[in-house]
């Protein structure tokens, strides 16, 4: 069956522009979780999803970042005014359910590029 | 502050080695501890998980060695082979919920050399 597919693979910007990345989940899985992979580093979990309810935002690095989902479906990652900091993989994760023993299967990633 | 120590951040193994990549953790509310695999330009990809209620698992090659009491965690692999030249990383999630996400080391660059 399908994976996570995550869009566009690859994104190159100039600094101060707006982004968004998608991701879209296996079928059925009800949590969804969105990661940052700095050059060499290990991932930085950002935020969760149960559904499409976020309980917690406090992991995204700052105010410019935003997420939504719609329902248990597609979810989107927003970077707005963008800085040469935020040049990393975005990977997206989803499970059947958000609880701590249930598998993430990983998406490929958008590679972003700040120029 | 790095909730989850991983060792050593590269590791060259001749081919039939048995490479061993340690990780240590402090927060003691984890409680499931998976090992991932990551290629070039992939994704992680799960590859086996722990519980703290044993102390050893194996599947297939992998092996986890979980010692609760010192808060480490190790992957072994059996047999290795040049195609699991990869990125390994091992990660800890929290009782109750995945809402805090999992917390990564900061991964061991592996090759095995033919």
């Known amino acids: 069956g399908a994976g996570v597919s995550q869009s566009p693979s690859n994104k190159v910007t100039e600094k101060g522009k707006d982004v968004e990345l998608r991701c879209d989940p296996i079928?059925?899985?009800?949590?969804l979780y969105w990661y940052r992979q700095r050059l060499g580093q290990g991932l930085e979990f950002l935020i969760y999803?149960?559904?499409?309810?976020?309980?917690?935002k406090s992991g995204l690095p700052s105010d410019r970042f935003s997420a939504e989902r719609t329902g248990e479906s597609v979810s989107t990652l927003t970077i707005q005014r963008t800085q040469q900091e935020d040049s990393a993989v975005y990977l997206c994760?989803?499970?059947?359910?958000?609880?701590?023993?249930?598998?993430?299967?990983f998406g490929d990633g958008t590679r972003l590029s700040i120029l | 502050q790095q909730q989850v120590k991983q060792s050593p951040q590269s590791l060259i193994v001749q081919k039939g080695g048995i490479p061993i990549i340690n990780c240590a953790y402090e927060?003691?509310?984890?409680?499931?501890f998976p090992w991932y695999q990551q290629f070039p330009g992939k994704g992680p990809a799960l590859l086996i998980a722990?519980?703290?209620?044993?102390s050893e698992k194996k599947e297939g090659r992998f092996t986890i060695s979980f010692n609760k009491s010192a808060k480490q965690f190790s992957l072994h692999i059996m047999d290795s082979q040049p195609g699991d030249s990869a990125t390994y990383f091992c990660?800890?999630?929290?009782?109750?919920?995945?809402?805090?996400?999992?917390?990564f080391g900061k991964g061991t660059h592996l090759i095995i050399q033919p």
């Open positions: 999803f149960q559904g499409n309810s976020a309980p917690d």
């Open positions: 079928s059925g899985h009800t949590a």
């Open positions: 722990i519980r703290p209620d044993v």
């Open positions: 994760a989803s499970s059947l359910w958000g609880i701590s023993n249930q598998p993430q299967h």
């Open positions: 990660a800890a999630s929290k009782m109750g919920g995945g809402a805090d996400g999992l917390t």
């Open positions: 927060n003691t509310a984890f409680d499931y």
